[in-house]
């Protein structure tokens, strides 16, 4: 199966301003998932997608050679992963380069494995939309989240007579660390119209996802803790 991998990197961010370029762990922080996307693939078949020269130059001095910068208009906050990847693929089409599925690395996972994705690859079937990782959800709609009806009442967001969250079905939330997508389902509809998704389970360690300071501030405690990227 011939594997496009996409890392996208937008030079603005309002969470954590300059994220992808500031150092985590000894090196800024898109290297980390740079260095791990090389081990499955070689650079012309990786695009990093970015709007930023300041990134194309960054990853440049790692011998890696942005293949466009993305216009404006999809790099706004408003601007979907869905438009983002079918633009990413169309440059590649044009190129004459042909792939059956996307491997989508965000650099916000930096705990992220190889071994992680090697089982996602593993459970892709072409029959499938889309491969991706999770985690299992703490907040279960079963037990502890409320939606508020139309008389301003919080009542059950699904209904159950669950005494003990350890009863309720688990719950999973992407933890945005892998997505192993069937290009065909892509360039039919977007991601989140998908019917056919397989999960890869990731423990909460793992499946940790920088988007806020405070994120950035508990990655760095666990890695000193754990020691998941060398220092």
Same mark, same amino acid.
């Given at each position: ?45 990786? +695009? ?119 009863? +309720? ?63």
């Amino acid at each position: 199966m011939k594997t496009l991998i996409i890392i996208p990197a937008r030079g603005g961010s309002k969470g954590i301003p300059g994220k992808n370029i500031r150092p985590f762990a000894g090196k800024p922080l898109i290297l980390h998932t740079l260095e791990l996307a090389r081990q499955f693939g070689a650079d012309k078949d990786i +695009c990093i997608t970015t709007d930023s020269p300041e990134i194309a130059a960054l990853v440049d001095s790692a011998g890696y050679k942005v293949p466009f910068l993305r216009p404006e208009t999809l790099a706004t906050d408003q601007s979907g992963m869905y438009e983002v990847l079918l633009h990413a693929l169309k440059h590649y089409q044009e190129s004459g380069s042909d792939y059956e599925s996307i491997l989508l690395l965000q650099p916000t996972s930096p705990f992220r494995l190889p071994e992680h994705i090697e089982t996602a690859f593993a459970l892709f079937t072409p029959s499938a939309d889309m491969v991706v990782s999770v985690k299992e959800s703490k907040a279960n709609p079963y037990f502890v989240l409320f939606e508020e009806n139309s008389e301003g009442y919080l009542e059950k967001s699904k209904q159950g007579n669950f005494i003990r969250r350890q009863d +309720c079905p688990p719950v999973w939330e992407y933890n945005g660390a892998i997505y192993v997508i069937n290009i065909q389902s892509l360039q039919q509809s977007p991601m989140h119209v998908f019917k056919k998704v397989i999960k890869f389970v990731m423990d909460e360690l793992h499946s940790v996802d920088l988007d806020t300071p405070l994120d950035w501030d508990y990655a760095e405690f666990l890695n000193e803790k754990y020691h998941l990227l060398p220092l």
